[in-house]
């Protein structure tokens, strides 16, 4: 398969699971233990040696003390190719061969990987979508993706936004939103989770596509996930 094909989202997360890679939100997102903040940077160090150059601006790693997060993407968005998904067996494969892991999270961490974006209801997403990314500094996706109208952090450290076309004026609900993004097999936890925190759910016409939920005083947010949308 040549790296620049596009695939279902089925087709990668088939090719990513049994890697201990998950598909969130245009991204494919792994977790490596490590017992301290140098071996965390080892984990880096041997993911950036397992990508080719080709890949280097698609993999970032998140490090810390007990762990490094390794995501895999298209550096301006869009949807997850098939080089991606060598990539991810690759860098599994490197830190297989130096006793490291990749998985989604095991015991009390299970759960952790997430995206997150903002969903702003728009009459006229074109008239509004300038200013938002002029103010928070974001650029445009390039190419087909999850995101309406898409805006992402050049620098990959904010929420994505995103522009949900609306047909009337909705005074008495929020039109500012927050979509959680959640792995395939955690979006029912979740959405569990949110219930007995006090939530109500609103809809799930759409699951496992989404969820929409409630906050006691009605404020919406969604659980969401990759299926249900190829």
């Known amino acids: 398969m040549h790296d620049d094909a596009q695939l279902t989202r089925q087709q990668v997360s088939d090719a990513v699971s049994p890697l201990g890679w998950r598909l969130v939100l245009g991204a494919v997102h792994t977790e490596v233990d490590a017992p301290s903040l140098a071996r965390a940077a080892e ?3 041997i993911a950036a040696a397992g990508v080719d150059p080709d890949g280097q601006d698609r993999l970032t790693v998140d490090v810390r003390a007990e762990r490094a997060m390794l995501r895999l993407m ?28 990749t998985s989604p999270g095991r015991g009390d961490r299970a759960g952790r990987l997430q995206g997150l974006e903002i969903a702003i209801d728009a ?16 650029i445009g996706e390039v ?40 792995p395939h097999d955690e979006g029912e936890a979740r959405v569990r989770a949110a219930l007995a ?3 109500t759910l609103v809809s799930d016409a759409r699951a496992p ?12 947010a969604c659980v969401c996930t990759w299926q249900g949308r190829d």
Not at 74 to 89: E, I, K, N, S, W
Not at 123 to 138: C, E, H, N, S
Not at 209 to 220: I, K, M, Q, T
């Open 43 to 45: 984990v880096a160090a």
């Open 197 to 199: 925190a006090g939530g």
């Open 123 to 138: 009459l006229d997403i074109g008239k509004v979508r300038p200013f938002w990314q002029a103010v928070t500094g974001y």
């Open 74 to 101: 298209p550096p301006l968005g869009g949807l997850v190719t098939a080089l991606d998904v060598r990539l991810a067996r690759e860098v599994s494969e490197a830190l297989a061969a130096h006793g490291f892991t």
């Open 209 to 220: 596509a989404f969820w929409v939920l409630a906050d006691p005083e009605g404020n919406e």
């Open 143 to 182: 190419g087909p993706s999850d995101l309406t109208a898409g805006l992402i952090d050049p620098l990959g450290r904010g929420p994505a936004i995103w522009f949900q076309q609306m047909d009337a004026p909705r005074p008495q609900r929020n039109r500012i939103h927050l979509d959680v993004d959640v």
